[in-house]
């Protein structure tokens, strides 16, 4: 379970200049407009974000940590070489975004489309999805450590092999047999 952010009581929301090799800290944003942004080896501890546009944002090498991030749309985004920690994403588009060579701990994901993600060679501990659409998602040579789905659509994701040691309910096994099956190159038989 992430560990809140460390935020001071709520006196309205700040504009603090994101950019590249920014070090900010305990700030409260609402709206923020960044997509495109170039945010490489950015830092941001203790921090709540909502509504935020970080589309195509570049933020390679930046860390998160106790941030939580709600309804923002951080489609495209490249958070490749970063690490996230503490960190509670919920209602969010983040799909075709790249976590690829990334460190994910203590990191959940509720209610966020993920679809065609890149996940590719990154470690991830501790982190939770609960219904979330992974649909296409790349997981080639990803590493999990007790980590969780719950009711997540896993469709066409690729690197499914990754996924060995993930908890799973019953049901949204059944529900990804064929996913499965089709990494194991089961031939399911009509009759």
């Known amino acids: 379970m992430p560990e809140a952010p460390r935020l001071p009581p709520q006196t309205g929301t700040t504009a603090p200049a994101f950019e590249a090799g920014a070090d900010l800290r305990e700030l409260r944003v609402r709206g923020a407009e960044l997509s495109g942004a170039a945010l490489g080896d950015l830092r941001v501890r203790d921090a709540e974000l909502v509504d935020c546009d970080l589309a195509n944002a570049r933020a390679r090498g930046a860390v998160m940590?106790?941030?939580?991030?709600r309804q923002s749309r951080l489609t495209g985004l490249a958070w490749t070489e970063g690490r996230l920690r503490d960190a509670r994403l919920s209602d969010c588009r983040i799909d075709f975004a790249s976590f690829a060579l990334s460190e994910l701990e203590e990191v959940a994901f509720e209610d966020c489309s993920l679809v065609e993600a890149?996940?590719?060679?990154?470690r991830l501990s501790a982190v939770s999805f609960a219904r979330c659409d992974l649909s296409g998602a790349d997981l080639g040579g990803a590493r999990f450590?007790?980590?969780e789905l719950r009711g997540c659509t896993i469709e066409?994701?690729?690197?499914?092999e990754s996924l060995r040691g993930v908890g799973m309910r019953w049901d949204d096994v059944v529900a990804a047999a064929g996913t499965f099956a089709?990494?194991?190159?089961?031939?399911?038989?009509?009759r």
């Open 65 to 69: 940590v106790r941030v939580a991030v």
């Open 118 to 122: 890149d996940f590719g060679q990154a």
């Open 145 to 147: 450590r007790r980590c």
């Open 156 to 160: 066409g994701i690729r690197g499914v």
């Open 182 to 190: 089709a990494a194991l190159g089961v031939k399911v038989l009509e």
